[in-house]
């Protein structure tokens, strides 16, 4: 055959693909590569729509989700919500077609985001099954519900009703999905409840109920009536934004002049900013934006990149936060009771492409945690838990590039996932998730984001190795103490006998050996009131009288009461500052104050730090960090000029000291 | 707002997408999450385009590969080749619209196969830089070719055309395409550079040519004037067949009768099978396939299910073969000079949703090969390198998955990629491979490509054991017969010191202690002719004569020469069988041939087997596989009834020894 006639063959081949027809050849690539992953993912879409649909009208969100077995290898997912419902018209546009949706071109947070979930469940269910979806679904002010049974036409990505109806339905509003599908139900890790219950810890607002193929219905019960503050939709932040799209948004804008453009379109930019880029980029503010040329707008491009602006406003993001983060983490521990949950870390919001982005992270470490395993990795993005791809996502992968040594964990090479007792959450939300493919399993390794969740995760491994440190420096001190009131008398004992004179007093002694100032505390917890009474003591184990600031620093969105003393300070983001007495050598001051509603694991450390004294002495609280600045009157400080030697002056060298004793 | 006009509100918002603008905003999924990740799949795309086209019209393929750098984070990406031509009126859709291609309904392997490939990297391009795409392509029969700058309306998913020309071109068929496009250049891994050489490798036949920004251009020479066998396309295998897909393709057929539909649209069904198939369905052979309503259609597919049929044609698939998976292997090695390739492993052809695939893998071992980092994996799919998405690569996965300490490799736990010094090929080719996404980077879990992956890397584990094994046994023997020269002598002497008698000679009891027949071989490699000369030694080390054959495979494709002496059978796939004379005690055996036409390292270890004779008794060669029939006339065997404590006999308790020498 000659090339010519190849080249008019395949021309004849050449043809337009359906958008359905492209993802029924695909389904992979939305989830439904395995029965057993299937199952699960038409279950996620579904709850998915239902919390969007909640969190649009303001509605607490009360979900049923029952998986039944119809045949060896066939089941039916049905989720029911009390969202808004859908109006007539939109149903089968909904369920029945792909890429369609509301939410597509919103910059908002939200679940759904590309118009393909439910309509894709639908698609496999038929694929699979040869059946119709059935949805149920009322508006408010209808008096019966809309029912219908719907096939997607492939060739036309158009729904085809199989059959249509008014039905009588008990809920005032909401919505019911019946979805016929190829399954294979499993238990445990990535199975459907695993994903529920972590779904409703980071949404404590939603009740959910499930009703397995087998067994007793689940009841997640909702832990709180309040609803997470609604997230704003926000237009793109000029940062990251590409030179082709900034150039079709001037092309469709309908603001005649660059500046009003700028202002009007993107967040951000105030009057004032728009004129500066269009001064940095060397043009008029009154120029018709669709009249500018290529040069011309990558001139734009480039002095809208260089503008310093204010970051995103946070309110376009809805983060886990500190209180859920743990609660998350310590719901996988199941019955393991692990010793510390380093403080979470959320980041102020950031950008990529034009897109709001926050990242947050927390970690448990220790106790029962098994260490001879890799780390677990608790992924989320927009409060969805991610359950598959784990390899092939930016969060795993910015854990296991984190050299994680640095932070007390065992990392062989210092790449890879750490192995060790250690649990690790992350936690992206963003207007738009960059997810690898539609299935929405993994999230894309986008520069901005990588970056982020590098810091996030390096700060949260500090904190851990804060805590690791101080443990360690505590054990070291105490173990010093045990030595030297063990060793001390025996040295004066056998001493005074040598010499025949009377053993001597040791105590101001061993304070002189010891020369710190010892830091601990104590948290009672009262289980039916919820309640943490926690004792800071301060002890002076030094040979001068010590004058000190004890700095608390409370978990976010949490109020210490009946403090005692009355500290010198108590701010609104949770720092409380005590500026102590003096506290005599061989004496010690406290501290005692309550918090209430939290969960026992909720508060399981104090975050202390010290100042106006020389922070080397001071064991089991840390030094003030240069960014809690004490915004009033100069504190009195002690004058204490820490011996040079303080550290090494603390050493004892327990060879030399047994050597000693047995050389009497 | 009450709930329902929440409703109505969502459903104003409710909108179509069309499939473009779903890209646009979700680029990261066709592989453009970042600039240096942009930049190598714009290349891909295009190169997996050319070699397609190439394939297409039997030519062997010339490819340029261009990377120019126009601006600080610019760059023009230009890919031309020697492919048959696209048609002018085809050519702004091929480039300009998603979702359009010649590839997406055929069942035959290619590397294209969404028809979102080209056209992605055209919208990535003029989302990032604001320009057109340039192309030229000419078909044989005209003599000017046609030139066009285009982008793409992603509104409506369609091409326009900025600028369209007729154009003289020295080639005389051939396509060139010219993106520009936001990048960022790197060297080294996951470059693009290494890319197009791991390409080359498994591509022999042709020849690509890559300009980097900076720097001489490279040479890829292609490696063979010969083309690969020509993919046949075939309609899908019964097995693994959606319900759903069968009843679309009933309503769709053209055949009158079920038989005939079963016989034409599927593969492996003869008429007798069909019929068979109808029986065992309960159903009338002459029904009309569109007749059949859900409960039919699923007694069909069940039928289809359960008939056993015959594995899919080889001819629809082009495995890499054993050679090209060395040569792949050798590449990455640069100068590290391994131990040992595994023999690799091809399985036969299988299927998943109706369509074939088949999975190879190769290891090789030790050497310079890194012992404390985890080994590397190189992914293929369709003979397309894959770089990025490692972690969420069922080739990976498959991987991580075997426990790699049952064949000598170190792995914590028995999961997770192992450590040690290895690198593992895995190739998975398919007349559709189901990528995770549309970026092609990496394949989905599909349960049946899982299972086929774990029996290869298994059975290639078990080859790489058998070496370490037969390695392990040579030193164990080697040190016994060093062991065994060493102290008899000295026993000997002193207790014929001791009685006053004189030194007796040995050698007989020596190999009666030793009691093996040893083989080994050299193997002198002459570079310049390429010649493999192979010597091959049967060392008799028992009291007594042994007769025995020896068993020879070659790798597949390659035949020996000069075989001496002449070979009892040689057949054509690979088999060769001696039929060794008796060697007498303390004697040995030689067999010899040349391989011609190999690289160095494609040859380093005979596969040998032996049989008519106690296996036990031979250490350097295998027992005869029960699957290597012997068919032709029993050999005279040798009647050694081996001594039941063969193994034990041979051992020496060393410790035993030495006491004896030392008890003089």
Chains 1, 2 share one sequence.
């Not at 989830?31 to 279950?43: N, Q």
């Not at 730090?609 to 089991?620: F, H, K, M, Q, R």
């Not at 840390?622 to 002690?638: K, V």
């Not at 204490?640 to 050597?659: C, L, N, R, V």
Request: glycine share 6%; proline share 6%.
């Amino acid at each position: 055959m000659p090339a010519t006639s190849v080249a008019e063959e395949l021309a004849k081949k050449q043809r337009e693909i359906s958008v359905s027809e492209f993802f029924e050849r695909n389904k992979q690539v939305l989830g439904y590569d395995s029965p057993t992953k299937a199952l699960l993912t038409a279950v996620k879409e579904a709850v998915d729509n239902s919390l969007d649909a909640a969190a649009d009208a303001d509605i607490l969100p009360d979900i049923l989700v029952e998986v039944r077995k119809v045949d060896k290898d066939e089941f039916l997912v049905a989720v029911e919500d009390n969202g808004p419902g859908i109006v007539k018209k939109e149903v089968a546009n909904v369920f029945g077609r792909l890429l369609y949706g509301s939410r597509f071109f919103a910059r908002a947070q939200s679940r759904g985001q590309q118009g393909l979930g439910i309509s894709g469940a639908v698609m496999y269910g038929q694929v699979t099954t040869g059946k119709a979806t059935k949805i149920i679904s009322k508006v408010e002010e209808d008096d019966v519900a809309y029912q219908v049974e719907l096939i997607i036409d492939t060739k036309k990505n158009m729904p085809t009703k199989v059959r249509e109806d008014r039905v009588i339905w008990e809920r005032a509003h909401g919505t019911r999905v019946e979805v016929p599908l190829k399954g294979r139900y499993i238990g445990g890790r990535q199975s459907i409840p695993e994903y529920l219950e972590a779904t409703a810890i980071v949404n404590p607002h939603a009740r959910i109920t499930y009703k397995p193929p087998e067994g007793d219905p689940i009841v997640f019960e909702r832990a709180t009536e309040e609803l997470p503050p609604k997230t704003k939709e926000i237009p793109p932040h000029p940062h990251g934004i590409e030179l082709g799209t900034l150039m079709q948004m001037m092309k469709e804008t309908k603001s005649y002049k660059l500046s009003s453009f700028l202002e009007e379109e993107f967040v951000r930019v105030s009057a004032r900013v728009a004129k500066e880029i269009c001064e940095a980029a060397g043009l008029d503010p009154d120029t018709k934006p669709k009249s500018l040329g290529l040069e011309q707008a990558k001139a734009l491009h480039d002095a809208m990149q260089n503008a310093k602006l204010m970051a995103p406003p946070t309110d376009c993001l809805s983060p886990i936060g500190e209180r859920l983060i743990k609660k998350g983490l310590k719901n996988v521990l199941g019955n393991l009771r692990p010793e510390f949950y380093a403080p979470p870390v959320t980041r102020d919001p950031s950008v990529y492409s034009g897109n709001p982005f926050q990242v947050e992270v927390g970690i448990v470490f220790g106790g029962d945690l098994p260490a001879d395993q890799p780390v677990e990795v608790l992924r989320f993005a927009n409060r969805v838990p991610l359950i598959y791809q784990a390899g092939g996502c930016a969060l795993t992968q910015a854990v296991a590039h984190v050299d994680w040594r640095r932070y007390g964990l065992e990392q062989r090479g210092g790449e890879g996932l750490p192995f060790g007792p250690a649990i690790v959450l992350v936690h992206v939300c963003s207007t738009k998730v960059p997810y690898t493919s539609e299935a929405k399993e993994a999230v894309a390794t986008v520069d901005e984001i990588m970056t982020e969740l590098d810091l996030a995760l390096k700060e949260c491994g500090r904190r851990l190795k804060t805590h690791l440190t101080k443990k360690a420096h505590r054990a070291k001190t105490r173990e010093k103490f045990e030595i030297v009131q063990l060793i001390l008398p025996r040295i004066a004992e056998k001493s005074a006998k040598i010499v025949k004179k009377k053993v001597p007093v040791l105590d101001a002694t061993i304070t002189k050996i010891m020369g710190v100032v010892w830091v601990d505390e104590t948290i009672a917890y009262d289980k039916k009131q919820k309640r943490h009474s926690v004792t800071i003591n301060v002890h002076n184990f030094t040979d001068a009288g010590k004058k000190l600031n004890l700095h608390l620093l409370l978990p976010r969105g949490v109020a210490a009461k009946d403090l005692d003393p009355k500290p010198s300070e108590v701010r609104e983001d949770g720092k409380v500052t005590w500026e102590l007495k003096r506290i005599d050598s061989v004496d010690k001051a406290s501290v005692t104050f309550v918090l209430e509603g939290l969960d026992e694991a909720e508060y399981d450390e104090s975050d202390l730090y010290v100042s106006g004294i020389n922070p080397v002495l001071v064991i089991g609280a840390e030094p003030l960090p240069g960014d809690w600045e004490l915004n009033y009157a100069e504190f009195e400080t002690e004058e204490t000029p820490p011996p040079a030697e303080a550290e090494d002056e603390g050493e004892i060298d327990y060879d030399e000291t047994e050597e000693a004793l047995d050389d009497e």
